[in-house]
Nanobody
Framework: QVQLVESGGGLVQPGGSLRLSCVAS????????MGWYRQVPGNARDLVAT???????DYADSVKGRFTISRDNGKNTVFLQMNGLKPEDTAVYYC????????????WGQGTQVTVSS
């Protein structure tokens, strides 16, 4: 059984910062890509950022230059540093990871709410 647990969401004013964390636990052989997605009610879940085990990253155009994804492979953890937050960043943020147990599968966290409002 693999679990992803996110933390770090909350309420922040426009221009502020938040740091999200996601820890993977359970019977893990290897973790490949890790990433963050976000969803607002009535919309699809959208990619925010991904990072491969070697450190290569990819970002949605809307967050480039403001958000930074990183990971600690020794602690099975992925982070999302969010700076310059805007009201349109308000969403539930979900952690995702491709993990071998040894069967390879995609796993999701439960989500953490990020609200950007004055």
């Amino acid at each position: 059984q693999v679990q992803l647990v996110e933390s770090g969401g909350g309420l922040v004013q426009p221009g502020g910062s938040l740091r999200l964390s996601c820890v993977a636990s359970g019977r893990i052989f290897n973790i490949y890509t890790m990433g963050w997605y976000r969803q607002v009610p009535g919309n699809a879940r959208d990619l925010v950022a991904t990072i491969i085990s070697g450190g290569g990253t990819d970002y949605a155009d809307s967050v480039k230059g403001r958000f930074t994804i990183s990971r600690d492979n020794g602690k099975n953890t992925v982070f999302l540093q969010m700076n310059g937050l805007k009201p349109e960043d308000t969403a539930v943020y979900y952690c995702n990871a491709r993990i071998s147990t040894p069967t390879i599968g995609d796993y999701w966290g439960q989500g953490t709410q990020v609200t950007v409002s004055s």
